[in-house]
């Protein structure tokens, strides 16, 4: 079944065309790759399905439904939820509250249960936190739970983020460049854990430059290049694609530095 439906999305900021009429779809419990040099529009394809920013053209359609230029709230609730290339987390909190603030981003209360402290508020705070922990001890950040973030090795931090993500009981878990920052034996615990949430039910969108993990975790790629899909396939077919190769090589001989712009 096709979970996620992207046709002919087309963002332009000024003059630039940062992604040129993309389309593909990803089915329910896939690992996804979206793969491409520096710029290639990646990050833009996920900020419009998530709401983030308002596609020129193109629609994206969730289970049938097109839900182009809905807000990241609504769509968050209907179980799409991201993590950043750059860490965005309340670097102030601890762990578990961090985690907490996924849970509150779908909660179903009212704002005045907080406030009267219902029976229902009640019930639904010993909910949250119950699930909170059962991710804890999924993500092996039990341990960190009263520890501020901030305070946190970067993989760690990255493993919160994730968390989080899952806090919101999502259907589709969309990764920006989780690997990023990561060292070998960290960047193998997420290849681990990636696996694992797909085993449990999840599906997965992956934006990574780490190519031995994309290589490894992914069903399926979509390669993109100056916002424009020059490739798609298994692992196998876009490793082999010319056009990849020559995309990737191309990017090195211009620039011969190993860049990581944020976003
Ligand atoms: N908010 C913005 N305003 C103007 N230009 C933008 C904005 N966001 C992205 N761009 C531009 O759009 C293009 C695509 O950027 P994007 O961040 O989507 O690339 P990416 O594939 O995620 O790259 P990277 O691998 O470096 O993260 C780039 O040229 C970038 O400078
Ligand atoms: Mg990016």
């Not at 000024?14 to 992604?19: C, N, Q, S, Y």
């Not at 985690?99 to 249960?113: A, C, D």
């Not at 490793?239 to 860049?259: C, F, M, R, S, T």
């Amino acid at each position: 079944m096709e979970l996620l439906k992207i046709e002919n999305l087309t963002k332009i900021f000024g003059g630039l065309v940062a992604v040129d009429h993309l389309s593909f779809s990803v089915k329910k419990g896939q690992i996804y790759g979206i793969i491409g040099p520096n710029g290639a529009g990646k990050t833009t394809v996920f900020n419009c399905l998530t709401g983030i920013y308002k596609p020129e053209e193109g629609t994206v359609i969730w289970k049938g439904k097109d839900i182009t230029n809905y807000p990241p709230d609504k769509i968050a609730n209907l179980g799409i939820v991201r993590t950043f290339q750059t860490i965005r987390l309340f670097s102030d909190m601890c762990v578990a509250e961090n985690i907490m603030s996924g849970r509150n981003q779908i909660s179903k209360q009212h704002w005045y249960h907080g406030l009267i402290h219902t029976p229902f508020s009640k019930r639904d705070e010993k909910k949250n936190w119950l699930k909170v922990k059962e991710i804890m001890e999924l993500m092996n950040l039990q341990d960190y739970a009263t520890e501020l973030t901030k305070n946190l090795p970067y993989g760690h931090q990255r493993r919160v983020e994730i968390a989080r993500a899952l806090a919101t009981e999502p259907e589709l878990i969309v990764l920006d460049e989780p690997a990023a920052g990561l060292n070998g034996h960290e960047t193998l615990d997420l290849t681990n854990l990636i696996f694992k949430l797909r085993d449990m039910g999840f599906t997965i969108l992956l934006i990574e430059h780490d190519m031995n993990l994309v290589m490894n975790v992914t069903d399926y790629i979509t390669v993109v290049n100056f916002g424009e899909k020059i490739c798609e396939g298994t692992p196998e077919i876009v490793q082999n694609d010319p056009a990849v190769i020559e995309a990737y090589l191309g990017k090195e001989d211009a620039d011969d530095e190993g860049d990581e712009d944020e976003n």
